[in-house]
């Protein structure tokens, strides 16, 4: 019997997770990315127990064992004086609570066992240097249209080409993605270089008024990952790599903790970009032609779920595969199967944003105080809260 044949739009985290679920279930997979070759840029990412889950499924884990950071916990600071507003313990409590562990990783590191794990099957193959103009549905699959004028055809289609998709917009028409009001930046440092300012060891979320920022451990914990996130309205550039001025991010950040001034004085690549995203969609389906990660569902990044969001949808679509030979009935299912789960996802995402964002001293108050004290008095209540995101296996 000859195989099924899937193509797959854009090689980021999700592109990739979703060619290497459906190459083990049985696929022939093309990964379509029109980047000239294959790097994944960017800064740390958290993958919370419920994304290690699925890395896991894909067999991927044990090839980012030597570079993740399992930190001890994640806290919630203020950013100016420093104050704990509560720490949620999760070296081994987040394997006994939730089943798996909660680390952090740089993304090329991630981006790069997802692609050795894809090389890995036989039946998969990535192109690079292959931009998507557009589809046409046609012989019940898709085919997707390339810039250099090549025509391929899948059997599916999958649309993992991020926030500005060209799938989705063919898809449910041309709108364009909103530009959130928060403005990012992002640097790694060696812990080396930052003697006793180093930021603590563990993920700490810096509140203060109208941003936060975000320090965690990447490279097994020999560099500390910084995101800063500002509300800001003059700034709409979008990029991974636009280069920051540091006396841009001082002025944002400089006046906080000393370790994270120290981090930005010794930045060796600042980097600034604004956040866009897009409310729910109404569909993502058109036929066999289906969309996953943030083509589907872009999100704040104040609940580090974007990526583990991605790999989860990755695994729920494969597995709806099997289980359905219809495809264009796979892809609804699969459809409704996620729809619920990540449209909380981006509203409680948004509503983080806003929660470490609290402009005056009596909101801070009457947010964080309620939830200083509900850590000191039980961090299972805490905990408990993070039960429907973390504690849910999405491979069922
Ligand atoms: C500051 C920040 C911190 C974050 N932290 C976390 C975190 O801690 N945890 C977490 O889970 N998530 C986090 N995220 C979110 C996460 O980065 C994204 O949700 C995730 O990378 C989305 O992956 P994706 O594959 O869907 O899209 P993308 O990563 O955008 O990949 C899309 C790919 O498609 C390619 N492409 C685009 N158009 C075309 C085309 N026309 N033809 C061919 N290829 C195309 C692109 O080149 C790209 O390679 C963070 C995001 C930000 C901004």
Not at 15 to 34: D, F, K, N
Not at 261 to 272: I, K, M, P, Q, T
Request: glycine share 12%; proline share 5%; with cysteine.
């Amino acid at each position: 019997m000859t195989k099924r044949r899937a193509v797959i739009a854009g090689g980021g985290i999700g592109g990739l997770a979703c060619g290497l679920a459906l190459a083990q279930t049985g696929w022939e997979v093309e990964v379509l990315e029109q980047a000239p070759e294959l790097a994944e840029v960017g800064a740390g990412i958290q993958v919370s127990p419920n994304g290690m889950a699925m890395l896991d499924r894909l067999g991927v884990t044990p090839m980012i064992e030597e570079t993740l950071f399992e930190p001890e916990a994640i806290e919630l600071r203020m950013g100016r004086t420093g104050r704990r507003v509560f720490r949620l313990p999760m070296k081994g409590y987040a394997q006994a609570r939730w089943g798996k562990r909660f680390i952090q990783i740089h993304r090329a590191d991630l981006h790069n066992a997802l692609a050795r794990a894809l090389h890995a099957q036989p039946s998969a193959q990535l192109r690079t240097g292959a931009k998507i103009t557009g589809y046409v549905r046609e012989r019940g699959g898709a085919s997707v249209y390339l810039e250099r004028g090549d025509r391929v055809f899948g059997d599916l289609l999958v649309g993992a080409d991020g926030v500005r998709s060209e799938i989705r917009q063919q898809m449910c028409g041309a709108d364009r993605a909103r530009f959130t009001g928060n403005v990012a930046w992002r640097s790694v440092v060696p812990v080396a270089a930052l003697g006793d300012l180093a930021p603590p060891p563990f993920g700490v979320i810096w509140a203060g008024r109208g941003k936060h920022a975000v320090t965690t451990r990447v490279r097994g914990g020999a560099y500390v990952n910084f995101v800063g996130i500002v509300e800001q309205d003059d700034w709409t550039e979008e990029g991974w790599s636009i280069p920051g001025k540091i006396e841009d991010a001082l002025a944002d950040f400089g006046a906080w903790q000393p370790c994270l001034r120290a981090v930005l004085e010794a930045s060796n690549g600042l980097f600034r970009w604004a956040l866009y995203g897009r409310p729910p969609l109404a569909t993502w389906c058109d036929g066999p032609v289906t969309l996953l990660g943030d083509a589907a569902h872009p999100m704040l990044p104040s609940m580090a779920q974007g990526a583990v969001m991605a790999l989860e949808d990755a695994v729920v679509l494969a597995d709806v595969l099997s289980g359905e030979p219809d495809r264009a009935r796979a892809v609804q299912a699969y459809e409704a199967k996620r729809k619920p789960r990540v449209t909380r996802v981006q509203e409680r995402s948004a509503s983080n944003a806003r929660m470490f964002h609290r402009h005056t001293g009596l909101g801070q108050l009457a947010t964080y105080g309620p939830m200083a004290a509900a850590s000191r008095l039980s961090v299972g209540a805490i905990q408990r809260q993070q039960d429907w995101i973390y504690g849910f296996n999405a491979a069922g």
